[in-house]
């Protein structure tokens, strides 16, 4: 407020999670995506890619998804290989990529930044998440930890275990039968 900035952001990868609980790994992001547009309605428009990994995720945000949304979220992997897999979807669909968005937020300080502004400037719209260096700004070592969600309870159904496949194998979470599953489902190497 103090500075009149509209914050911005976009679904958590718990929506995602629960969505795969529901209707399984191969429909986790088509119906994620199908019921946040029937929620929002064209509001909120940035779709988090990396859930099930970002080649799963654009094998399924198609035409209409990629027409619909403002653009997406990179949260893992490396940013330049993101933009570039991103600005080429969109060129795949005849999609022009300066009418979209990129929303980077993974681990971002300044000088990420700026490597990143110079790799897509002309080629891809882009804002910047940079939540935890300007919310600990006293000098000490940001901690580097997210919470994520162990356990779904869809309607009638019993709890079920669920994992997140980030684009770094190192941050995959879940129980490693899961991951295996989800693996193996999904077809990750």
């Known amino acids: 407020m103090k500075y009149n900035t509209k914050p911005i952001g976009t679904h ?25 547009t029937n929620v929002y309605r064209g509001d909120l428009g940035i779709a988090l890619a990396d859930t099930y990994t970002t080649d799963i995720f654009f094998e399924q945000f198609d035409k209409k998804f990629s027409k619909l949304f403002d653009g ?27 009418s979209k968005t990129i929303i980077f937020s993974d681990a971002l300080n ?5 490597r990143i502004t110079e790799f897509c400037k002309g080629k891809i719209g882009m804002s910047f998440g940079i939540g935890t260096d300007f919310t600990n700004d006293v000098g000490l070592k940001p901690l580097n930890i997210v919470i994520k969600m162990t356990e779904a309870l869809p309607e009638n159904h019993p709890w079920v275990p669920v994992v997140k496949l980030s684009d770094e194998k190192g941050k995959y979470t879940g129980e490693e039968k899961m991951i295996r599953l989800a693996r193996e489902i999904l077809e990750i190497e």
């Open 12 to 36: 958590a990868h718990e929506w995602f999670m629960f969505h795969a609980a529901k209707y399984g790994f191969k429909m986790a992001n088509s119906l994620g995506l199908e019921h946040w």
């Open 110 to 114: 300044y000088e990420k930044v700026a």
């Open 72 to 98: 997406v979220r990179h949260d893992s992997g490396d940013p330049l290989v993101f933009a570039q897999k991103t600005i080429d979807h969109y060129k795949k669909l005849g999609i022009d990529p300066l």
